[in-house]
T-cell receptor, first 115, second 111 residues
Framework: DTGVSQNPRHKITKRGQNVTFRCDPISEHNRLYWYRQTLGQGPEFLTYFQNEAQLEKSRLLSDRFSAERPKGSFSTLEIQRTEQGDSAMYLC?????????????FGNGTRLTVT | EDKVVQSPLSLVVHEGDTVTLNCSYEVTNFRSLLWYKQEKKAPTFLFMLTSSGIEKKSGRLSSILDKKELFSILNITATQTGDSAVYLCAVLVQGAQKLVFGQGTRLTINP
């Protein structure tokens, strides 16, 4: 069981730079989610894919954020022109296709620090 | 707007104590309620509750859902230092297929 894998684990970048994170879901999980978590808060929903289709985006997601899942397997989350407020843990989760009641399984996250 | 509220936000107890964590919710299309434990990294799944009044149990942890009063509780008996973590409650919203999380309860178990 390889679990949900996220890379990199940590990213430090200067304000204004672009960053890209990668998520490899559990094999054959067709649902993939991105969440953002800041200190002392629960995860906030960012976006959701079913296979390669991006079915929902949070209104929290500004135009600087874009996510893709080109072949319905791994996904990338890109943040352009990073701001200090983007500093957070970015969590990816995947879920089984068999039932919409199957729980989400989370990766260990990518911790972004914008200086 | 869908909302999940947990209480207390923080709890410190001694090893061996029993704790009850609370979760209330207001969502438009409820499908199920989930509890996760988060230590330093990924939230790990504990329970999923879909029906009222049916207790789910795993070792010293148990949870129950009340869909009429829109809340759930998570009980931990005979707490151990390894139970120290943030416990997250989340509601799966139908249609949108997304989890809406509460702020979490930070539980600290002192030896």
């Amino acid at each position: 069981d390889t679990g949900v894998s996220q890379n990199p684990r940590h990213k430090i970048t200067k304000r204004g730079q672009n960053v890209t994170f990668r998520c490899d879901p559990i094999s054959e999980h067709n649902r993939l989610y991105w969440y953002r978590q800041t200190l002392g808060q629960g995860p906030e929903f960012l976006t959701y894919f079913q296979n390669e289709a991006q079915l929902e985006k949070s209104r929290l997601l500004s135009d600087r954020f874009s996510a893709e899942r080109p072949k319905g397997s791994f996904s990338t989350l890109e943040i352009q022109r990073t701001e200090q407020g983007d500093s957070a843990m970015y969590l990816c989760a995947s879920a089984d296709r068999s039932s919409y009641n199957s729980p989400l399984h989370f990766g260990n996250g990518t911790r972004l620090t914008v200086t | 707007e869908d909302k999940v509220v947990q209480s207390p936000l923080s709890l410190v107890v001694h090893e061996g104590d029993t704790v009850t964590l609370n979760c209330s919710y207001e969502v438009t299309n409820f499908r199920s309620l989930l509890w996760y434990k988060q230590e330093k990294k990924a939230p790990t799944f504990l329970f999923m509750l879909t029906s009222s009044g049916i207790e789910k149990k795993s070792g010293r942890l148990s949870s129950i859902l009340d869909k009429k009063e829109l809340f759930s509780i998570l009980n931990i008996t005979a707490t151990q230092t390894g139970d120290s973590a943030v416990y997250l409650c989340a509601v799966l919203v139908q249609g949108a297929q997304k989890l809406v999380f509460g702020q979490g309860t930070r539980l600290t178990i002192n030896p």
